[in-house]
């Protein structure tokens, strides 16, 4: 029985970032990292996966907008960070909301990825966090 849901949830899981991009060389150079201090901006935050995990995942990230703005869905963008960088919106747009992004079938290849969550709110103001996903074989 087990089997069967494992076979039948890998057969509907949706590529994240597929072997030949997980095989592109590193990014050059420091990767922006959160900023700190009181910001207006909206804010991005990984709620899963957690730590190494394996394939496929379910990807689930929490927007929060701050003094009753919104999220402008338009402005959202995600990049898998390498030379040269990969642009992972189309994949997960079917996947968003207002609240964030839940893909509960995200399929990677083993390995470390840094990924970069751009948004901004219904005023414009930007928000921006990176985080690992750590895949295991």
Avoid: C, W
Avoid at 100 to 107: H, Q, T, Y
Avoid at 131 to 137: E, N, Q, R, T
């Amino acid at each position: 029985m087990a089997a069967a849901v494992l076979a039948f949830s890998e057969a509907y899981a949706t590529p994240l970032i597929t072997e030949e991009e997980a095989k592109l060389p590193p990014p050059k150079g420091a990767v922006a990292v959160d900023r700190r201090g009181i910001l207006r901006g909206p804010k991005v935050d990984l709620v899963s996966p957690g730590d190494t995990v394996r394939s496929p995942v379910h990807l689930q990230l929490k927007f929060e907008s701050f003094g009753g703005t919104k999220i402008d869905l338009e402005s959202v963008k995600m990049t898998f960070l390498r030379t040269p960088n990969v642009d992972l919106t189309a994949r997960i747009k079917p996947f968003m909301q207002l609240s964030g992004v839940d893909m509960p079938n995200a399929e990677l290849p083993p390995g470390e990825y840094i990924v970069r969550v751009d948004v901004k709110d219904s005023e414009g103001r930007p928000g921006s966090a990176s985080f690992i996903l750590k895949v295991s074989p």
